[in-house]
């Protein structure tokens, strides 16, 4: 696998490796070797998540508050998405810059983000499985999201998909108002709890 930092720091896209033969096709989709030599810290795994979603389902942009925050690792088994993060970290210097990536499981790849880190995606075709490890459990009163649809954010949903996005994620305030609201996570908190994941 090749292991590439996105736009937004502590977000990597990772090149996975198929291999196939008459009988079908293998794919290492997640080793927690290389992941940890890149990140500095090896993935806490607490929690298994899978999705399946029809066609323009969108889903985000989550966020937990740090700490200890939820990184997640994430796979498109079947479909195909784009997945898109977010830093949603006050005083980061690229505080509100995203960054997309296509998740397709005929080229597969998959995002790994660190806590702290806003994550949304669309699906692009019918029954899209996204499959993803995080390291913690869902907490209620912990997380948060942001709207997807703010246009100050500017997220690349393409034009030719009718998105449907839950009732919670339609009631999330921009990140302007998330912001004022003190819901978001600070660099400052984040940049401590990196720090002490990689004493661990």
């Known amino acids: 696998m090749e292991i590439t930092e996105l736009a937004v720091p502590d977000s990597y896209v990772i090149d996975l490796v198929p291999h196939g033969d008459t009988r079908g096709r293998f794919t290492e989709w997640y ?3 290389l992941l940890s030599q890149t990140v500095g810290h090896a ?3 607490a929690q298994a998540n899978h999705s399946v979603s029809a066609r323009g389902v969108l889903r985000g942009v989550h966020f937990a508050l740090v700490p200890p925050g939820q990184a997640k690792y994430v796979y498109c088994p079947a479909g ?4 898109v993060v977010v830093d949603v970290r006050v005083g980061s210097p690229t505080f509100g810059v995203h960054d997309a990536v296509v998740l397709d499981s ?3 790849r998959a995002v790994y983000l660190a806590e702290g880190l806003g994550h949304a995606f669309v699906a692009l075709t019918d029954h899209t499985s996204v499959t993803y490890l995080v390291s913690a459990g869902y907490d209620p ?4 999201g942001v709207d ?4 100050d954010l500017a ?13 919670k994620d339609q009631a999330a305030p921009t990140l302007a108002q998330a912001r004022e609201q003190g819901l978001l996570p600070t660099m400052e908190q984040c940049a401590a709890r990196y720090a002490q994941l990689r004493q661990v």
Not at 80 to 83: E, Q
Not at 141 to 144: L, S, V, W
């Open 148 to 151: 997807p649809t703010d246009p």
């Open 141 to 144: 009163a912990r997380e948060f």
């Open 80 to 83: 195909r998405v784009l997945d």
């Open 106 to 108: 005929e080229q597969p």
């Open 31 to 33: 080793r927690a070797d």
């Open 43 to 45: 993935l806490p795994l």
């Open 155 to 167: 997220l690349p949903w393409p034009s030719d998909v009718e998105l449907e996005l839950s009732a």
